[in-house]
């Protein structure tokens, strides 16, 4: 992913034949490229990958050309595509990333049930790793 200072407008958007290019508003930053997710050799793998980052780019100045003129202040991160939240975190519909709950951990207790939601947002490797290990357990 890429986070561009200053950001470039409050509209969110995702441009569905491009490879899924879209536009997080994150003030006062935009992020890119939370939409194209590639496997990892492990869940400890946050190397970001200079070919996605160039690819990323490519689209960027070629939609909002500007930014190759702006020498904008460039962030870039490598995320993974779990979340784990509370229940009353969720919004079912409107978010992008899967979400797993854990409902031994909510009120009223309910042992081994996980429920899986649409996420919003990046967790980190480490943490996307216990939320797997989490899961596999109860499974």
Do not use: Y
Not at 57 to 67: A, D, E, I, K
């Amino acid at each position: 992913m890429i986070a561009v200072k200053p950001d470039i407008g409050r509209l969110p958007f995702c441009v569905v034949d491009a490879d899924g290019l879209n536009h997080i508003p994150h003030a006062p930053t935009s992020v890119f490229g939370s939409n194209r997710w590639e496997p990892v050799s492990s869940p400890t793998d946050q190397q970001v990958d200079p070919s996605e980052i160039e690819r990323l780019w490519g689209q960027l100045t070629r939609f909002v050309p500007q930014l190759a003129d702006e020498q904008p202040v460039v962030t870039q991160w490598a995320g993974t595509t779990i979340q784990a939240m509370h229940v009353e975190q969720v919004e079912p519909g409107r978010a992008p990333r899967p979400t797993v709950i854990d409902h031994t951990r909510e009120s009223p207790k309910i042992a081994n049930l996980l429920s899986v939601f649409p996420g919003r947002a990046t967790l980190w490797a480490h943490l996307a790793e216990q939320t797997r290990d989490l899961v596999l357990e109860k499974l």
